[in-house]
Every structure is written in C-alpha cells, then in structure tokens.
Nanobody, 122 residues
Framework: QVQLVESGGGLVQAGGSLRLSCAGSGRTFSSYTAGWFRQAPGKERDFVAAITYSGISTYGADSVKGRFTISRDNAKNTVYLQMNSLKPEDTAVYYC???????????????WGQGTQVTVSS
C-alpha cells in the first residue's frame, strides 16, 4: 500500500510561484512513477506531469511546459512540482498520484493523495 500526502498549495498572485510537495510512504513507492494531476471547478481531472524513479519526466498540456518542473528526491520519498509564472487558469485542486508509468499517463494510477488547492488571483 502507498500513502501520499501533498503540501504547498495556497493563494498566489498571477506571475508568482509555488512549489508543491508530495511525500510518499509504503515499501513500493520508490519503485513507482509519481506525478501530478489537477482538476479545475467544473472540469475533468487532467494530467500535469510525472517522473519515474530514475528521473525521466513527462509533461501533459503544452500550457504548463516551460513553466512547471517536476522533480523527485528518492532519499526523501518526495516528489515536487515547481510552478512558475502562474496564471489564473492554473487554479485547481492538485493531486499527487503514483503507480506504474503507463497508468500515470493514462490517467488511472492506483494511488492518490487528498489534493491541495492552488488559487491564482489576477
């Protein structure tokens, strides 16, 4: 079993930055790909980014490429999402997730965190 706990969300002005953290626990967490999804009000949950244990990263929508960076500290069992140049349209609940790599990009990882709210004001 894998448990995921997110932190780092909050309210920020447009153009600002936030760093989300996801602390994973459980014997198998370090072997899984981990990453982030987000869900804006009234919209479907979207894949944001994922990173394998070896550090290979994948990003979802073109809108986040160049602004968001995913990283991973395997010694701390923690995955990060650095978000820069934030826009109001980045406002969403951000969820950490973990699982086999194909499940991440396919939108169906088996393990999820509780979510953290990110609000970007204009």
């Amino acid at each position: 079993q894998v448990q995921l706990v997110e932190s780092g969300g909050g309210l920020v002005q447009a153009g600002g930055s936030l760093r989300l953290s996801c602390a994973g626990s459980g014997r198998t967490f370090s072997s899984y790909t981990a990453g982030w999804f987000r869900q804006a009000p009234g919209k479907e949950r979207d894949f944001v980014a994922a990173i394998t244990y070896s550090g290979i990263s994948t990003y979802g929508a073109d809108s986040v490429k160049g602004r968001f960076t995913i990283s991973r500290d395997n010694a701390k069992n923690t995955v990060y999402l650095q978000m820069n140049s934030l826009k109001p349209e980045d406002t969403a609940v951000y969820y950490c997730a973990a699982g086999p790599r194909a499940t991440m990009t396919g939108g169906s990882p088996p393990y999820w965190g509780q979510g953290t709210q990110v609000t970007v004001s204009s």
